[in-house]
């Protein structure tokens, strides 16, 4: 292993060495379970092996497998990085905290985004320095993803991907008071398929007393597949590929190939006669869950969880914008949105007709996108954690409008993630395609978002009035933050 100057951290598996930049520290791949090879990508985490001397922690490492994505006109490189960096130890850490140390930090845990397929530590959006600058050890992490992380191979434990995150979590609990951090007080967060896990996570009990609070960005507490949808996916996934849907088989097909056919199995149709399709065909891929968390968190699993979640104003433009199908929409579009997602789409369609008096069918299909993957979910995980007042829990909306693609693109999916990271001012997020738009971002608007994140973090009040089921506070984020209670209250009564 190279030896470079810079800040030396023992853990249980062994020393590592990262950089100090200015007031920060950083600790770039830091194995916290060890490489998924062969059958064992199927298989739960398993320990790393400890190592002899100085592990070189200064340099990104490779990550999940997976293909390069765009998304029309957006550039989204920022968000899922620029591919698949090669290498089986990818089930690692990325560490960024104060260079002054010091004794019990909060600390903050993020899972990526990206459909469940795409997405690592390496995007530029996850880079923690500001977090590290404000006190805070902020920990990043790799996971699973596509077939080996979540597909359900019989004969293999599902949601493989999620157990990654609850033994990076553990690895936390165990190390991060060497890098300054408390592990009493430790906050998972989110955003999209990263969020819809940390909503699994806090139904999974072996995940429990593991953090404090949690933080659930663009998720849903309703995304998961049942047991019948994953099973039409496996037959599907064995199917492209030519072999029995078993785990040796899936074990001995190469990454290459499974990342292939993962992309072969996108536009799926999972409506069965009683549930809508949770991804809407987006991806082959979610949690598989016998109860949807939501109905986990319900019956009083994370009780002692503080929770904030919400959703962004127009998170369905990301779909429909940069493709070119936004402008284009049709009543029918509006139609098969509902058809896909809701078991009554007629009523579904008249309702938000009804609440959005002379919305467009792109506003209209947008706005029932946005609702069937993250609007509904999110607001379901919302009341049913308020049914347990023991722990505090805050809703938001993120309204402010990126003028990307011609204005067009909004307060769209994953545009808080630069405010909540602090990196708004990134000349990589700034052009007519880039997710922040030709314009200056408000920098005063990501100082607040990020201050706020971290208060939360401390101490489980993010600063505004707590989520009950009879007012349902909300803070809508923009230049002005304001107080709304239940926000859309007429379109969420059409998904309970």
């Known amino acids: 292993?190279?030896?470079?100057?810079?800040?030396?951290?023992?853990?249980?598996?062994?020393?590592?060495?990262?950089?100090?930049?200015?007031?920060?520290?950083?600790?770039?791949?830091?194995?916290y379970a060890a490489p998924p090879r062969g059958t064992g990508r199927f298989a739960p985490p398993q320990p790393h092996e400890p190592?002899?001397?100085?592990?070189?922690?200064?340099?990104?490492?490779?990550?999940?497998?997976?293909?390069?994505r765009r998304l029309g006109d957006i550039d989204m490189t920022p968000y899922f990085g620029t591919g698949w960096s090669r290498g089986e130890d990818y089930l690692t850490v990325n560490v960024f905290a104060p260079a002054a140390g010091g004794d019990a930090l909060p600390v903050m845990v993020f899972v990526h985004g990206g459909g469940f397929v795409a997405g690592?530590?390496?995007?530029?959006?996850?880079?923690?320095?500001?977090?590290?600058r404000d006190g805070v050890v902020l920990v990043t992490l790799n996971y699973r993803l596509g077939m080996a992380g979540f597909l359900d191979v019989p004969g293999a434990p599902a949601n493989r991907g999620l157990l990654d995150v609850v033994a990076a979590l553990r690895w936390v609990r165990e190390n991060i008071s060497a890098f300054g951090g408390d592990p009493r007080n430790v906050t998972l967060f989110g955003q999209s398929a990263g969020a819809t896990i940390v909503g699994g996570v806090l139904a999974t009990p072996e995940a429990a007393g593991?953090?404090?609070?949690?933080?659930?960005?663009?998720?849903?507490?309703?995304?998961?597949?049942?047991?019948?949808?994953?099973?039409?996916?496996?037959?599907?996934?064995?199917?492209v590929l030519g072999i029995e849907p078993r785990v040796d088989a899936f074990g001995g097909i190469p990454d290459e190939r499974l990342v292939e056919a993962a992309a072969e199995l996108t536009g799926i149709d999972l409506r069965t006669g009683t549930h809508g399709d949770p991804l809407i065909g987006l991806s082959p891929f979610s949690l598989v869950l016998d109860t949807q968390p939501a109905a986990s968190v319900a019956a009083g699993r994370a009780a002692d969880v503080d929770l904030l979640v919400g959703t962004n104003a127009e998170e369905g433009n990301l779909y429909l914008v940069p493709v070119g199908t936004y402008a284009s929409s049709t009543a029918a579009d509006v139609e098969e949105a509902a058809a896909r997602s809701h078991p009554d789409p007629a009523r579904l369609v008249e309702t938000y007709r009804a609440a959005r008096p002379g919305a467009s069918f792109a506003e209209l299909r947008s706005a029932i996108m946005a609702d069937a993957l993250f609007g509904a979910g999110s607001r379901?995980?919302?009341?049913?954690?308020?049914?347990?007042?023991?722990?505090?829990?805050?809703?938001y909306e993120f309204a402010w409008r990126s003028h990307a693609?011609?204005?067009?693109?909004?307060?769209?999916?994953?545009?808080?993630?630069?405010?909540v990271f602090d990196l708004a001012d990134r000349p990589e997020l700034h052009g007519p395609g880039a997710l922040l738009g030709p314009d200056e971002a408000p920098a005063d608007l990501a100082g607040r978002v990020h201050e706020t994140w971290i208060r939360f973090a401390r101490t489980g009040d993010p600063g505004w009035d707590p989520y009950d089921t009879d007012r349902r506070a909300t803070m809508r984020i923009d230049a002005e933050w304001t107080r709304v209670d239940d926000?859309?209250?007429?379109?969420?009564r059409a998904w309970s």
């Open 487 to 492: 926000p859309r209250g007429r379109e969420r």
């Open 120 to 132: 690592s530590t390496r995007a530029a959006l996850y880079d923690g320095t500001a977090f590290a």
């Open 210 to 239: 593991l953090f404090r609070r949690a933080i659930v960005q663009s998720g849903s507490g309703l995304g998961a597949f049942t047991p019948e949808q994953a099973a039409r996916v496996t037959r599907a996934a064995a199917g």
């Open 1 to 31: 292993m190279n030896q470079h100057p810079g800040p030396v951290v023992t853990t249980a598996q062994g020393a590592v060495r990262g950089l100090r930049q200015g007031d920060t520290r950083t600790f770039l791949n830091i194995p």
């Open 51 to 68: 190592w002899d001397g100085v592990r070189d922690a200064t340099v990104p490492g490779p990550n999940a497998p997976q293909s390069a």
């Open 380 to 395: 379901a995980l919302a009341d049913a954690h308020a049914a347990h007042p023991r722990s505090g829990t805050y809703a």
């Open 405 to 419: 693609l011609d204005g067009e693109l909004g307060a769209t999916h994953a545009v808080e993630l630069p405010f």
